[in-house]
């Protein structure tokens, strides 16, 4: 797994798709149909944490992999993708022409791992031949655009050979195992555990049992779209995603339908028609299922995270909650202070949010937690991917931000659902990294000043140098905060416009 790269500031700059494949491995059948799944490690930037199937993206060496029975294109490259990620992630090697001995893989998969030698190297240092039968096609699964890295990727239906087993080397994954459909599903109602939707849909197909299994999960991703695309990464966890104009380079907010039977309603992004309406849409199809909103919820009142406010409010009659001093304008019905609980419907479980003011970016910011899932609605307290939310004053306060950061370890926290960018699981090890980089880059600020006067523009070369000149005006307005709070700590002094060290 190689996930792409995002941007330092923010997410979204990935929107291209890169090509991957992944393997839907099973043994079994009928009643005991088993598929392999796996944990995503903790240090994996794309959705650590998730359960998911194994796989990555396409590497140019793919193209070196002859196999039998698939016309030189895209269909055997994809192939060959998919045969060396379920070797190096799982050692099972897929698509034999004849068996090999499971003690003769080890020790080539070690020297993958190891990049001693690439795959089709090794293959062809075996004598290994692959057919194309051996994996079926298992659909086309597209990153929606909630994500800053996208992906295009190909599954695959394959059994699992004869005399082998998997097993997973910790580091990009940190377990596999061998589950009952239903069962993987009844543990994502409970909310034990989080994947993205093309792993729901996949299970879905399995429970059905295998009679054109492959068939049906070829047509997933088309029918996964009709009436309303619904990506539900938790049990009672919807995530729509708006398009908006928030800070560049990200295009999109995540709005958050949460509950069952009552749900609540976490940033109406949009007040864009067209946006609205795809929303509205979700929500219909929704209450089809027995849910109805009671409540909207603001994390803050910026407009690319309020813009459907007045929208929701008029349709839905619904009251609106947020903190006291959320940005003029947005008016709230409800004024939410620190620890105070939205209660809703209890449905499969608990599905009380309580409100954590979290002020840095916003004074009026507000998290909301639901303890059952281990689930945080973050808003841009905490952005998705390896993004940090810009830090503006004098609304913003750096100080604030990171008090708020390190108050929420004391929280039960295992996911994150942010306002931009892809959710993710290993809550703490993000937020550990996010005051790690904070703290950085404070250093990076006092390394910067001099006894001399300096202006901001100056210290934003010294201190952004790893950041995209185009987002140096942005990024300014975060080395603007770090230098107040330096200042009201004694260790920076303003002379007019320009700064320098602390001290006499």
């Known amino acids: 797994m190689r996930p ?23 043994r079994g059948g009928g009643a005991s149909l088993e598929v392999f799944w796996v944990r995503r490690g903790e240090r994996v930037s794309f959705m650590p944490g998730f359960h998911a199937f194994a796989g990555g993206t396409l590497l140019p060496e793919d193209e070196d992999l002859p196999i039998e029975g698939d016309a030189d294109g895209a269909g055997r490259v994809l192939r060959a993708c998919a045969i060396r990620e379920a070797f190096e992630e799982t050692g099972v090697l897929l698509g034999l022409e004849a068996p090999v001995p499971a003690a003769a893989l080890s020790e080539p998969r070690s020297r993958l791992l190891a990049g001693e030698a690439c795959f089709a190297a090794l293959a062809r240092a075996h004598g290994w031949r692959f057919r194309a ?17 996208r992906f295009d990727t190909a599954f695959f239906l394959a ?28 543990r994502w109602r409970r909310g034990e555990v989080t994947f993205a939707p093309p792993v729901l849909h996949t299970l879905r197909e399995l429970e059905a049992g295998e009679e054109g299994l492959s068939g049906r999960l070829a047509s997933a991703p088309a029918r996964a779209v009709r009436p309303v695309r619904r990506i539900e990464l938790k049990w009672g966890i919807v995530l729509h995603p708006m398009k908006t104009r928030p800070l560049p380079p990200a295009t999109h907010t995540n709005a958050y339908l949460v509950g069952e039977s009552e749900m609540a309603l976490i940033d109406p992004a949009s007040g864009d028609a067209e946006e609205l309406r795809a929303l509205f849409e979700l929500m219909d199809a929704l209450g089809a299922d027995g849910r109805r909103l009671k409540f909207v919820l603001m994390t803050h009142g910026h407009p690319d995270h309020a813009g459907g406010v007045a929208a929701l409010r008029e349709r839905y009659r619904v009251p609106v909650a947020a903190h006291a001093e959320i940005a003029p304008g947005v008016a709230a019905d409800i004024a939410l202070g620190d620890g105070e609980t939205i209660a809703l419907a209890p449905g499969v479980g608990a599905w009380d949010l309580r409100a954590i003011h979290t002020p840095g970016h916003a004074r009026g910011h507000l998290c909301f937690l639901n303890e059952r899932t281990r689930s945080l609605f973050t808003g841009d307290h905490i952005l998705g991917g390896a993004g940090t939310a810009i830090i503006d004053p004098p609304e913003g306060d750096m100080a604030a ?27 703490v090890r993000r937020i550990r990294a996010l005051i790690a980089h904070r703290r950085g880059r404070e250093a990076k600020v006092l390394a910067a000043l001099e006894r001399e006067p300096l202006a ?8 952004y140098a790893d950041t995209p000149r185009d987002l140096w005006s942005l990024a300014g307005r975060s080395l603007l905060a770090h230098l107040l709070k330096l200042e009201a700590e004694g260790r920076a002094r303003r002379e007019g416009d320009r700064w320098r060290e602390g001290g006499s």
């Open 4 to 26: 792409g790269p995002e941007s330092p500031v923010n997410p979204g700059a990935r929107l291209e798709f890169r090509e991957a494949a992944a393997v839907v491995l099973i």
């Open 133 to 149: 039968g051996a994996l079926a096609d298992g659909g086309r699964w597209q990153t929606p655009p909630f994500s800053a890295a």
């Open 159 to 186: 059994r699992l050979p004869r005399d082998q087993q998997p097993s997973i080397r910790a580091g990009e994954l940190e377990s596999g195992e061998w589950i009952e459909s239903r069962h993987a599903i009844e």
């Open 401 to 427: 931000h990171l008090a708020s950061l390190e108050r929420l370890l004391a929280e039960p926290v295992e996911t994150l659902f942010p306002g931009h960018g892809s959710p993710q699981g290993a809550a």
């Open 456 to 463: 901001l523009t100056a210290l934003v070369e010294r201190v």
